[in-house]
């Protein structure tokens, strides 16, 4: 049961190897004689072949699933995280002047109209502000943050991708490292172009690894960033809302419960 994990890369590194010690014999069979032109190219094959293996090998199966998943995720989060899908300056500067002129129930209306995430956060701040018992800065503080919550959805799947990458990578290449020298024993030795050639293949999928890890790592670290800067913006904005409600309650005035009061 133990050796079940390990017989499957072996497994699949000997069709590997098999497949492509059979294209290399079958270049010798058909191969011109050396320092020929044909011959050249006949190298220049064999090392596309290699190429291919190196890419396409069993040891960079996590590593092409694990970038074709970041792509999906990045260009997801690029569209959710854009400004104009998470809120509108114009409505905030709207509601705030709508705020300030005591017209609450006006405010909310407004943000109900608008298809934002803030937008519909505070159509329902300012709803339970009517409502009483909560402050106004409060209640659009607790729905806005409650709104940008989802907006860190697959933050952390990307984080994840960053983190396990290199790990892959690096996996690969112990492998590929203990399948070369493994091959080296059953041969009893090897010349130093079969060595170099085993030790650069498992190599490539460290290199790989850090491909994708360093791309996710930028992505998670961007995407982090804006939304910590719609944030502070949100932010702003509501401690606006509250300053000029405040300055509007100073006057003695009450905000009018109805849309459209005078």
């Not at 050249?40 to 699933?65: C, D, R, S």
């Not at 091959?183 to 690894?209: P, V």
Request: neutral net charge.
């Amino acid at each position: 049961m133990m050796s079940m994990p390990v017989c499957f890369p072996l497994g699949l590194s000997a069709v590997q190897s098999n497949l492509s010690n059979g294209v290399h014999a079958w270049l010798a069979v058909v191969a011109p004689a050396a320092g020929t032109p044909a011959a050249e190219t006949v190298k220049q094959a064999g090392a596309g072949m290699n190429q291919f293996m190196q890419l396409f090998g069993w040891a960079m199966w996590p590593l092409w699933l694990c970038s074709i998943i970041l792509i999906a995720l990045i260009l997801e989060r690029r569209k959710k995280l854009t400004a104009a899908a998470v809120y509108d300056p114009a409505l905030l500067d709207h509601c705030c002047s709508l705020i300030g002129a005591g017209k609450i129930a006006d405010a909310e209306q407004a943000a109900r109209g608008n298809d934002t995430v803030i937008g519909r956060a505070w159509a329902q701040g300012l709803h339970e502000f009517q409502l009483g018992g909560v402050a106004l800065a409060d209640a659009l503080t607790t729905a806005s943050s409650l709104a940008l919550k989802p907006l860190k959805r697959n933050l952390g799947a990307i984080a994840t991708i960053a983190a396990i990458s290199p790990l892959f990578g690096l996996l690969g290449t112990i492998i590929g490292m203990i399948l070369t020298f493994s091959q080296i024993n059953a041969d009893g030795g090897a010349d130093k172009a079969e060595l170099a050639g085993g030790i650069s293949m498992a190599l490539f999928t460290t290199a790989a690894g850090l491909i994708v890890a360093i791309p996710a790592i930028i992505a998670n670290r961007w995407f982090g960033a804006k939304l910590t800067s719609h944030a502070e913006v949100v932010e702003a904005a509501i401690n606006r809302a509250q300053y000029r409600l405040t300055h509007f309650q100073s006057l003695g005035q009450t905000p009018n419960p109805e849309p459209g009061a005078a």
